[in-house]
């Protein structure tokens, strides 16, 4: 098993914690510090020091097509930002909520008879 959850009973290894960067060296049996949603993993050092290069290798593979993607989503928006802002001149129907007319209609005069 090499995914163990914080307050369990673990066996003796080297267990890392990914998200603080903290690791913990048990030596016969014990628990794992923190609650039920802390996640260790059960690795080596040498282990760790090989994923080490892979990992980047593997970031520095798929930062071509990160980049690519970020570039699709901002054309994308702008594209539908210029669509929406033509045609939102022909829906709107002209209701103001920022003005207020507080003084009323002026009244006409009554006709004298």
Same mark, same amino acid.
């Given at each position: 098993m090499l995914k163990y959850n914080g307050g369990h009973k673990a066996g003796k290894g080297t267990?890392?914690?990914f998200n603080t960067g903290e690791r913990i060296e048990? *030596?016969?049996?014990?628990?794992?510090?923190?609650?039920?949603? *802390?996640v260790y993993y059960r690795l080596p050092a040498v282990g760790i020091l090989v994923l080490g290069p892979i990992l980047g290798l593997l970031y520095a593979a798929f930062l071509p097509f990160i980049g690519i993607a970020m570039l699709t989503k901002l054309v994308a928006q702008k594209v539908a930002g210029g669509a929406l802002s033509s045609v939102t001149p022909s829906v709107s129907f002209g209701w103001r909520?920022?003005?207020?007319?507080?003084?009323g209609k002026k009244k006409g005069r009554k006709p004298s008879n």
């Open positions: 267990y890392w914690n048990i *030596t016969n049996e014990g628990v794992l510090s923190g609650d039920a949603k *802390t909520p920022s003005e207020a007319y507080l003084a």
